[in-house]
Nanobody, 115 residues
Framework: QVQLVESGGGLVQPGGSLRLSCAAS????????MAWYRQAPGNQRDLVAT???????KYLDSVKGRFTISRDNAKNTVYLQMNNLKPEDTAVYYC?????????WGQGTQVTVSS
């Protein structure tokens, strides 16, 4: 089993920044990639960014150049640095551990971008 605890969400003005954290515990040896997803009300859950154990990253086109995913393997923590935030980034952000034999989800953290 893997447990994921997210933190760092909140209310920010357009153009502002936030850093989300996701700390993993338990059977972390089974994890081979981490990801951030987001879901706005009435919308599907979308993949925002992924990072492999080797450090390879991928991003949703609309966040490229603004968001950065990174990981601290010693702390079993993955981060999502979000800069130049826009109102359309408002959503609940979820962390996912891609693991064997199954994936795990965090509880989600709300990000609201509003003036």
């Amino acid at each position: 089993q893997v447990q994921l605890v997210e933190s760092g969400g909140g209310l920010v003005q357009p153009g502002g920044s936030l850093r989300l954290s996701c700390a993993a515990s338990g059977s972390t040896f089974s994890i081979y990639a981490m990801a951030w997803y987001r879901q706005a009300p009435g919308n599907q859950r979308d993949l925002v960014a992924t990072i492999s154990n080797g450090g390879n990253t991928k991003y949703l086109d609309s966040v490229k150049g603004r968001f950065t995913i990174s990981r601290d393997n010693a702390k079993n923590t993955v981060y999502l640095q979000m800069n130049n935030l826009k109102p359309e980034d408002t959503a609940v952000y979820y962390c996912k551990a891609v693991a064997t034999p199954r994936d795990y989800w965090g509880q989600g953290t709300q990000v609201t971008v509003s003036s």
